[in-house]
């Protein structure tokens, strides 16, 4: 079971569902499946850092399947600022953020949503990424925040 609260599965019988995919069940009963290229038999099934799932295929290969639940950083604004400033984090999957660091150092939460959260510089914070832990994983920016 995921940090989401969902069971992922791989399903490699080609014979009842005439191709590969790896599936999702609630804890209500809700089933969605995922295919895409590159999921080729999948035999292994596990979450990274990032609430991405990645598998192996029995042909030697790996893929990822971003879920609807795995959160991500689309900006942070301002870009740099000093200890103490509010920061906006903007980005998908945010709601209900267990912790926001820069560069590892824990931030204060002031508001947040599933689209958007409010942070202050912490002490301590040095040049950096930001990061945002959720249940369903880390969200890690792509620029650095620099400290003025």
């Not at 604004?77 to 953020?97: D, Y």
Request: avoid cysteine; proline fraction near 5%.
């Amino acid at each position: 079971m995921r940090p989401d609260g969902a069971l992922w599965f791989t399903n490699s019988d080609s014979q009842i569902t005439a191709r590969y995919s790896i599936g999702r069940i609630t804890t209500a009963g809700a089933v969605t499946s995922y295919t895409a290229n590159g999921i080729t038999n999948p035999i292994g099934i596990t979450t990274g850092s990032n609430g991405a799932l990645w598998f192996t295929n029995s042909g030697n290969s790996i893929g990822q399947v971003t879920t609807p639940v795995t959160p991500r950083i689309i900006s942070v604004n301002p870009k740099s600022g000093a200890v103490g400033s509010t920061v906006t984090i903007t980005g998908r999957n945010l709601a209900g953020a267990t912790q926001v660091a820069f560069n590892g150092a824990p931030a204060t939460i002031v508001s947040d949503t599933g689209t958007k959260i409010v942070v202050t510089v912490p002490a301590g914070a040095t040049k950096g990424h930001v990061t945002v832990m959720t249940r369903a994983g880390t969200a890690t920016s792509n620029g650095r925040f620099r400290v003025t």
